[in-house]
């Protein structure tokens, strides 16, 4: 036997993985609900500072330019 782990996308699918389990052909040893984590802390450190800094500063004047054209 093999234990493999899956990601499950759709909440159906922990109905046709109840029914698989009743007719023993899998057996679900643990169900883990993650907690959500925010974006910020998900992709904190994963750019380099200088060019979060430049992304930064671009993003913050695009929303003053987009701003000052609905003004």
Known sequence: METIL???NDSKAYKLLEDLENLNI???LERKVQPA???SEKY???LP???AD???KYV???RNEWENKNI
Do not use: D, H, P
Request: net charge positive.
């Open 6 to 8: 899956l990601q499950i």
């Open 26 to 28: 899998v057996k679900v």
């Open 37 to 39: 984590q925010k974006l």
């Open 44 to 46: 904190a450190g994963k």
């Open 49 to 51: 500072a200088a060019i």
């Open 54 to 56: 430049e992304l930064q």
């Open 60 to 62: 913050a004047e695009s």
